[in-house]
């Protein structure tokens, strides 16, 4: 059974500060991974995608991917309370279909 | 450029009916995914179609069906519905060679 391993949280951080988000998979084969940002009610929106071992950053949001390790990370910086939400990781299995984790819920106090 | 559109937004069954939820990808994706949300649950993979086939199906009774017609939208049947199928239903489409799911806003299920 491929997995993808989120903390469900809540992580609680100030606003402003650096929210640090983790995920493992077991998949050895998963070539990509991306993260996705669900607001209460509402459908995921991608945020980020990785395929590289490495950093890849986007303006506030920086993906880590360390395939030996099997871990991947979301870095939100200066984050603010309309980050608030429950992220999702996902990694691919056979190149075409997604497997998610079950989120880590965000929140940022103002 | 319209995003993918899913209807009914929401849906309320009597257990044992059937229910037909639909979907229409973006323009140009050939690739559509559906996937469950149980309240408190991540997403679930249910069944993933491309050029009018199915190409893949998660862990799911045989109740929960499908189909994709030739303009790629695509609908998901589930018959004999159960309580435990209340959910939100969520479908996301991909074009050919792209990285990462667009998702459609969802169909809330419930069943009484």
């Known amino acids: 059974q491929k997995e993808v391993e989120q903390n469900s949280g809540p992580l609680s951080v100030p606003e402003g500060a650096i929210a640090s988000l983790n995920c493992t998979y077991s998949d050895r084969g998963s070539q990509s991974f991306f993260w996705y940002r669900q607001y209460s009610g509402k459908s995921p929106e991608l945020i980020m995608f990785?395929?590289?071992?490495g950093d890849k950053e986007d303006g506030r949001f920086t993906a880590q991917l360390n395939k030996a390790s099997q871990y991947v990370s979301l870095l939100i910086r200066d984050s603010q309370p309309s980050d608030s939400a429950t992220y999702l990781c996902?990694?691919?299995?056979?190149?075409?279909?997604?497997?998610f984790g079950t989120g880590t819920r965000l929140l940022v106090s103002p | 450029e319209a995003g993918v559109t899913q209807s009914p937004t929401h849906l309320i069954k009597t257990r044992g009916q059937q229910a037909t939820l639909r979907c229409s990808p973006i323009s140009g994706h050939t690739s559509v995914y559906w996937y469950q949300q149980a309240l408190g649950l991540g997403l679930q993979f249910l069944l993933w179609y491309d050029e009018g086939e199915e190409r893949n199906r998660g862990n799911f009774p045989p109740r929960f069906s499908g189909r994709q017609f030739p303009n790629y939208s695509s609908e998901l049947n589930v018959n004999a519905l159960e309580l435990e199928d209340s959910a939100l239903y969520l479908c996301a489409s991909r074009r050919e060679g792209g990285y990462g799911y667009t998702f459609g806003s969802g169909t809330r299920l419930t069943v009484v």
């Open positions: 996902a990694g691919t299995e056979g190149f075409q279909k997604l497997v």
């Open positions: 990785i395929y590289s071992n």
